[in-house]
């Protein structure tokens, strides 16, 4: 499991890197007919944020789904240690502050369309509220309650990509695939 988290960090690393790379260049002919707004900064003083410093997309794939595969995993390969528990649930929290990202447009060409939607509201306080749930199962070390937060994961994340990104999983983001129960098929459970 530790490897796979070093993996896991390393990917999210690069992955944050080339996504901002990768969406210039992706949205290059969007920006150029309907240039994405500029980022903008709260008053000082002022606690909101009114945009993002990236695309909703680059927190989707950087924190949602970085975050969202270690749970997945746990409900195969239970954690082990104090440390495997500590991880997770840094992982939980941020899948918790990701849903409350996603209801702040950010600089993607759609981000302002999306976070304008009453149903991309509901989107993404749906994905903060699962994360609060994994935040309390995590900490209570309830793996049943842990295995019904990745199953509302499933839901939350393919019932919104089906209504607003049916044909853009990760916009081309990150290529690599969320790990499923098959890949760690033979692998001790003991650490």
């Known amino acids: 499991m530790h490897n796979f988290m070093k993996r ?26 309907a240039p994405a707004p500029a980022a903008e900064s709260a008053p000082a003083g002022d606690a909101g944020v009114s945009r993002l410093p990236v695309s909703l997309n680059a927190v989707m794939v950087a924190m949602v789904n970085h975050a969202a595969d270690p749970i997945w995993v746990a409900a195969w390969r239970n954690p082990q240690t104090d440390e495997e528990w500590r991880e997770l649930e840094r992982r939980a929290v941020q899948l918790e502050l990701a849903g409350a990202l996603l209801g702040v447009p950010g600089t993607g060409p ?23 749930n994994a935040v309390r199962a995590v900490r209570n070390r309830d793996l049943e309650a842990i295995s019904l937060v990745g199953d509302d994961l499933v839901e939350i ?10 044909n853009l999983p990760t916009g081309g983001e990150f290529g690599e695939l969320s790990p499923t129960e098959g890949d760690f098929e033979g692998e001790s459970e003991t650490p």
């Open 8 to 33: 896991g960090a390393v990917v999210a690393v690069c992955a944050a890197l080339s996504a901002c790379g990768a969406e210039q260049t992706e949205t290059s002919a969007a920006a150029e007919a």
């Open 110 to 132: 759609l981000d302002d369309a999306w976070a304008g939607s009453a149903d991309w509201q509901r989107w993404s306080n749906d994905m903060r509220m699962v994360g609060e």
């Open 157 to 166: 994340c393919e019932g919104c990509h089906i209504q607003f990104k049916p």
